[in-house]
């Protein structure tokens, strides 16, 4: 099954134990993985993953964005030019939880890296979490110059989806569209076409029902690819091949061994 996860953190701490069988056993199952950063350091650490089949994209998120000056924009610009960074992320915008970084300062973060993500010719992974209309508005003024965006661990409503879809956006699905209350998220993914949709694990975050609540790690992207299957009508090995060809295709990877 020709499946990749693009948007994990296995640089995470929560991985130090047994990252290296983690990594075995996510490539022996899957074609390639993404690894995201959120911040200077974790940036580094997936920029140090890459290999044979191991991505890396490097921004500051939301959390951290009143850490972006001068000095972080060139060591984020530096790491964006290593072979195998493909995208500019995570970036955006976080109004649930900003008592470290004000809304202003996000924006600014935000606009910034996109800046440089259009200067670079990388498309952009977007968090956005109760900031739908500034996430829209910054990015539609951005999307001409960028060659992809990809709203990730999608956790808006299914207006706001199409609203995506319309701005010529992709919509990335994680575990949390497997559990039992989030009716919404299964609405959002109905509305979004098939060639517009990105799966993910965000691991070590929410992993999917039948393991919620653990560790979550790449492998369990079969759950959220099953899920988002039978919302399309497809077969899993169907829907496998339209999410990978979108993201091969999106950051320019080279698609599995296993796709003709
Ligand atoms: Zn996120
Ligand atoms: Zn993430």
């Given amino acids: 099954m020709p499946l990749a996860d693009t948007h994990c953190h296995l640089q995470d701490h929560r991985f130090d134990d047994d990252r290296a069988a983690v990594l075995e056993r996510s490539l022996d199952a899957l074609d390639w993985l993404l690894v995201v950063g959120d911040d200077l350091d974790t940036s580094r650490r997936a920029v140090a993953m890459i290999r044979d089949q191991v991505y890396a994209a490097v921004g500051l998120h939301p959390y951290h964005a009143g850490r972006l000056d001068a000095s972080a924009l060139e060591l984020l610009s530096g790491l964006a030019a290593s072979q195998g960074v493909v995208a500019i992320g995570e970036i955006g915008l976080d109004y649930y939880r900003y008592a470290e970084t004000s809304p202003a300062e996000q924006r600014r973060a935000f606009e910034a890296q996109l800046e440089l993500a259009a200067t670079l010719r990388l498309p952009v992974i977007i968090h956005n979490r109760d900031a739908d209309d500034d996430t829209?508005?910054?990015?539609?003024?951005?999307?001409?110059?960028?060659?992809?965006?990809?709203?990730?661990?999608?956790?808006?409503?299914?207006?706001?989806?199409?609203?995506?879809?319309?701005?010529?956006?992709?919509?990335?699905?994680?575990?949390?569209?497997?559990?039992?209350?989030?009716?919404?998220?299964?609405?959002?993914?109905?509305v979004v076409p098939i060639d517009r949709i990105l799966i993910e694990t965000d691991s070590p975050y929410l992993a999917p029902q039948p393991v919620r609540g653990k560790r979550c790690e790449p492998l369990h992207i079969h759950h959220t690819a099953g899920c988002v299957a039978d919302l399309k009508g497809v077969t899993l090995a169907e829907f496998a091949e339209w999410t990978s060809s979108n993201a091969a295709r999106l950051f320019r990877v080279a698609a599995g061994p296993q796709q003709v």
Avoid at 159 to 174: D, R
């Fill in 136 to 190: 829209a508005a910054i990015l539609a003024n951005a999307r001409d110059r960028l060659p992809g965006v990809i709203m990730h661990c999608f956790g808006s409503s299914a207006a706001f989806a199409a609203k995506c879809v319309e701005l010529g956006f992709h919509v990335s699905f994680a575990g949390n569209i497997t559990f039992p209350k989030a009716e919404p998220l299964r609405q959002a993914a109905a």
